[in-house]
């Protein structure tokens, strides 16, 4: 285990990473650790992933992620919920990181489109900028509009704008009005 104190839930993410790799499960991280590498940092007590597990898989890393001394448990999304399902997992320190089995309205593979980073010798897959800006715009909420606002400030010079507006285009004219809003500030 990396996490040696509360307030380090990315090491979490590596530990948890560890075992995702073990059993072949993609990865890309998104959340406020991806939004970090493209805006403006921001602290959070998660680390959050989207996973590409196959259904009724999800207990074979319940029981990897147990092994490892960690709690963690699977909750399927209702029929409301923009996620699939999730499966939290918490330390011995009060660390947090969850992973999302898929978002609905998300049909492109963002999979494909992420990018690697190093941290701490560790190669990471994180979302794409652009694959994040629209996971955020589903999300909706006044931070994930702010988290949008900081990649676009920051990332303005490398952004693919033409397929951001692509991928919005898939998504209704709600969404479309709401990045053309965003990227025009």
Do not use: C
């Not at 890393?61 to 399927?76: C, H, M, Q, V, Y």
């Amino acid at each position: 285990m990396r996490a040696k104190h509360y307030g380090e839930s990315l090491l979490l993410m590596l530990d948890v990473i560890d075992e995702l790799e073990k059993l072949n499960t993609p990865y890309i991280l998104i959340g406020a650790a991806a939004v970090s590498v493209y805006g403006l940092p921001r602290a959070s007590l998660d680390a959050d992933a989207l996973i590409q597990i196959e259904q009724g898989k999800e207990n074979a890393l319940l029981i990897s992620l147990k092994k490892k001394g960690l709690d963690a448990e699977f909750r399927k999304g209702g029929r409301d919920d923009p996620v699939n399902g999730v499966i939290k997992i918490n330390d011995r320190y009060g660390n947090r990181a969850e992973l999302l089995s898929g978002i609905r309205g998300i049909s492109h593979d963002v999979f494909k489109n992420a990018r690697e980073i190093s941290f701490l010798k560790n190669t990471l897959r994180v979302a794409s900028a652009e694959d994040l800006i629209l996971m955020k715009a589903i999300a909706g909420s006044y931070q994930d509009i702010e988290d949008i606002k900081g990649i676009i400030r920051v990332w303005a010079e490398k952004l693919d704008r033409k397929r951001l507006r692509q991928i919005f285009a898939q998504h209704g004219k709600r969404l479309q009005k709401k990045i053309n809003f965003l990227l025009s500030e």
